[in-house]
């Protein structure tokens, strides 16, 4: 399906590409995952991964 995404690998995927600096916090960014358009949040202590109408929650370490 279109909207889905194997989400383990998604989160291998974010702890070895996004940035977990304090400087990178409170924006968003898009990324082509599994052909998959993955709108991120990146807040304090969360990412937040859209994917189609839902919304998951990974932690920032």
Same mark, same amino acid.
């Given at each position: 399906? =279109?909207?889905?995404?194997? =989400? %383990? %690998? *998604? !989160? /291998? +995927? !974010?702890? /070895?590409?996004?940035? +977990?600096?304090? @400087?990178?916090? @409170?924006? !968003?960014? !898009? &990324?082509?995952?599994?052909? &998959?358009?993955? +709108? $991120?949040?990146?807040?304090?202590? &969360? *990412? /937040?991964?859209? $994917?189609? %109408?839902?919304?998951?929650? =990974?932690?920032?370490?």
């Amino acid at each position: 399906m =279109l909207n889905q995404i194997d =989400l %383990a %690998a *998604f !989160a /291998n +995927y !974010a702890l /070895n590409t996004f940035d +977990y600096s304090a @400087d990178f916090e @409170d924006d !968003a960014f !898009a &990324v082509t995952f599994e052909g &998959v358009r993955v +709108y $991120v949040e990146r807040k304090r202590s &969360v *990412f /937040n991964i859209h $994917v189609g %109408a839902v919304v998951h929650k =990974l932690p920032r370490c």
